[in-house]
């Protein structure tokens, strides 16, 4: 059974830090995925990943596969990437398993 | 920019009561989800769907859910008779690549 856990579980920073958010899982995937989802509750998928690096916009998500391990970062952080953002993992085209996720707050 | 769209967006129903969530995929993709996130808690799966049948289910999806796609372009999940545990916000997905898309979710309120 894949376990998903993320750290931190909850984060506030000032507008303009750089974010950092980890995942780890404890089996081997086919690839992990990185979710946002707004106070409203619906969810929006950043990235899908299941090698090495990506980049969108201020985004950035990477994977090590060999520890198991994805981070997602955010630079120069605004009060509009405030959210929760959700690591889920999945084999194939199987369901995805989810973290817990990480509380995001960015003070102006 | 294709989307999965959900209705109702909000459903208030009665304890006993039976509720069936509305799902469009998008229209070329092939596997088919659902998922509930309770108050507070992580996303869980429910079922996913293949091929006009379920491919997996979780302990969750008992004999009070089902899980139909009746016309080719809608997927719904209809539970039988909705107890209060039932109160969640449900997310249909569907993918044909690696990439998940969801809906916005149908916030269930079981009362």
């Known amino acids: 059974k894949n376990e998903v856990e993320q750290s931190p579980q909850n984060l506030t920073a000032q507008e303009g830090e750089f974010i950092t958010i980890n995942c780890s899982y404890s089996v081997g995937i086919s690839a992990l995925h990185w979710l946002q989802q707004h106070p409203g509750g619906g969810i929006v998928s950043l990235f899908m990943l299941s090698s090495g690096k990506k980049k969108h916009g201020r985004l950035i998500a990477t994977i090590n596969i060999q520890e198991k391990h994805s981070s997602l970062h955010i630079t120069a952080s605004h009060p509009r990437d405030s959210a929760v953002y959700i690591c889920a993992v999945t084999f194939g085209n199987e369901k995805l398993t989810f973290g817990t996720g990480t509380r995001l707050t960015i003070i102006p | 920019e294709p989307e999965v769209t959900q209705t109702p967006s909000h459903q208030v129903t009665q304890m006993g009561q039976e509720v069936i969530l509305r799902c469009v995929p998008i229209s070329n993709h092939l596997y088919f989800y659902w998922y509930r996130q309770i108050l507070g808690q992580k996303v869980e799966f429910l079922v996913s769907f293949y091929n006009n049948e379920i491919s997996e289910k979780s302990e969750i999806f008992d004999d009070q859910f089902s899980v139909e796609r009746p016309d080719g372009s809608n997927f719904t999940l209809k539970i039988r008779s909705t107890k209060l545990e039932d109160s969640a916000m449900y997310f249909c997905?569907?993918?044909?690549?690696?990439?998940?898309?969801f809906g916005q979710g149908t916030r269930l309120t079981v009362v």
């Open positions: 997905a569907s993918r044909a690549t690696p990439n998940a898309f």
